[in-house]
């Protein structure tokens, strides 16, 4: 829901009705994943996605029967079904989808956790799954990781929920969970839809080269919050750098000592040059960074091996690091590169091989 925040936001403020649709569980090779939303206005307006049109006209339609009735609604299409091959999900794998009303007195809360999502504050929101058919539905939590607003009906099932949802919050997780409706752990009761939305995982792109402008460009575009660092001021420029979040002069070593990296952070060091990139490597390969990647040649590769060995990293540390940076797609332009780079990261994030899809059957292309 994260996409089209911005616009349910303008929809609650404006008072008007709309419905919800949300992916809350996929099984083989379903389009999207758990949490992508499509949200319709009682106007007949559409934002955002949940199948990258195999369901949409279906999803549509149903949508527009919740916004009448206010009652939400649970539906799964799968190829097996009649429905799912009339609808069009022909692409083998099964979607479940959760259609919520909201706006004009549905969803009290649905501002303040819009609020949060704008600002970057993490926040959850915990919903009962409707039977199938059924409109019963027992509330809903909004949890953050200091409160919790709204109740399921129930005390020690909301402390329990709570709980899990705390837990799905801090990994930036989102799930279907489910417990016994007095809180014990059942599988065969109350399932517990869990969307959560944590800060976006940030981007450190070091160097104001143009090879740097396209992968904070493609960076932004794929969600991340890119600060773009440079110890030269006139290259660090919003002029040369429109899409990145952040824009900061400074020794690029110096940057990293004093700013935040989790493991959700990935580092792309396009300096290649020794006296930036060892001192920032140095450190960086000791941080908790998901993905490290340098530029560089295949000799200016082992030239920095051989520097960061003298400054005392060992083969586990240096093991971290990707170098060269990207995958071999045979890239040129300082787009095509970028798209090498960020194929890598995406690769390493999901456990993708980095191979054409026509060469890996019979793998899953979802995994």
Known sequence: MRDIAEGLASWSAAGRRFAVATVVRTWKSAPRRPGASLAVAEDGEVIGSVSGGCVEGAVYELAREVIET??????????????????????????????????????????????????GRPVAVATPLPQEG????????????????????????????????????AQGGTDVVHVGRAGEERRDDLAVFVQSFAPPPRMLVFGAIDFASSVARIG??????????????????????????????????RYLDETVVDANTVICVLTHDPKFDVPLLQRALRT?????????????????????????????????LASPIGLDLGARTPEETAVAIMAEIIALRWGGTGRRLVETTPLPIHR
Do not use: N
């Open 70 to 119: 206010g009652e939400p609604a649970l539906v799964t299409y799968g190829v097996s079904d009649d429905d799912a091959l009339a609808v069009g999900l022909t692409c083998g794998g099964i979607i479940e989808i959760l259609v919520r009303p909201a706006g004009a007195g549905h969803v009290p809360e649905l501002p303040a956790v819009l609020a949060d999502i704008a600002a």
């Open 134 to 169: 059924s409109g019963e539905a027992t509330g809903e939590l909004v949890v953050t990781p200091a409160s919790v607003v709204g109740t399921l009906g129930d005390a020690r099932l909301d402390s329990a929920v709570a709980e899990r949802v705390r837990g799905l919050l």
């Open 220 to 253: 932004k575009f794929l969600g991340y919050h890119v600060t773009v660092c440079d110890a030269r001021p006139v290259f660090a420029t919003r002029r040369r750098f429109p899409d990145a979040d952040e824009l900061v002069v400074s020794w690029p070593h």
């Open 288 to 320: 908790p960074a998901r993905y490290i990647g340098a530029m560089g040649s295949r000799r200016t590769h082992e030239d920095r091996l051989r520097r960061l060995h003298e400054a005392g990293l060992d083969e586990s540390e240096l093991a971290r």
